[in-house]
T-cell receptor
């Protein structure tokens, strides 16, 4: 089991540039989540998908953020245009309903550390 | 009011000590409860689920009090390797798969 794979691990970009973060969930997991973590706000849920369909995007901060899941093995989170306040660690996580949320929770990827200068 | 509240700490304890963390949650409909551990600059990892009757995993014991909407984690015989941030986690409610994370309690275990 390769775990949840995120890329890139680190991203430094200039304000106004487009940033794309990528995630490959664990094979067979039918839920995928994007979280953002900052010192001030902790871990915030941005959006989650079930069977590739966005279920709840109420945590997406504004229209500059978008997320897609074109298939069961790939998701992207895009920020366009990026701003310094978007600097954070972005985590992707996946889960499998059949295993039961109560017992297994989520498995997180290693995260992408984004710095917007 | 935050949905999940924790004392940020840090808790600074000597090796071998027993330490307890508490957490309160606001949504009485929450059904799933967890403790996650997060090491510095790493991803959160599931430490243990929390069951209604309480549960134990080695040196770690978790308790749930639904009436008070309160979760606890007890660590016995602390090790240096226990130094980390401990995140209290609950689901949004009912069968929701949305997990809400507390801001975490930082534990430092000193030699």
């Amino acid at each position: 089991d390769a775990g949840v794979i995120q890329s890139p691990r680190h991203e430094v970009t200039e304000m106004g540039q487009e940033v794309t973060l990528r995630c490959k969930p664990i094979s067979g997991h039918d839920y995928l989540f994007w979280y953002r973590q900052t010192m001030m706000r902790g871990l915030e849920l941005l959006i989650y998908f079930n069977n590739n369909v966005p279920i709840d995007d109420s945590g997406m901060p504004e229209d500059r953020f978008s997320a897609k899941m074109p298939n069961a093995s790939f998701s992207t989170l895009k920020i366009q245009p990026s701003e310094p306040r978007d600097s954070a660690v972005y985590f992707c996580a996946s889960s499998n309903r059949d295993r039961g949320l109560a017992n297994y929770g989520y498995t997180f990827g290693s995260g992408t550390r984004l710095t917007v200068v | 009011r935050k949905e999940v509240e924790q004392d940020p700490g840090p808790f600074n304890v000597p090796e071998g000590a027993t330490v307890a963390f508490n957490c309160t949650y606001s949504n009485s409909a929450s059904q799933s409860f967890f403790w996650y551990r997060q090491d510095c600059r790493k991803e959160p990892k599931l430490l243990m689920s929390v069951y209604s009757s309480g549960n134990e995993d080695g040196r770690f014991t978790a308790q749930l009090n639904r009436a008070s909407q309160y979760i606890s984690l007890l660590i016995r015989d602390s090790k240096l390797s226990d130094s980390a941030t401990y995140l209290c986690v609950v689901n949004r409610g009912d069968s929701s798969y949305k997990l809400i994370f507390g801001s975490g309690t930082r534990l430092l275990v000193r030699p």
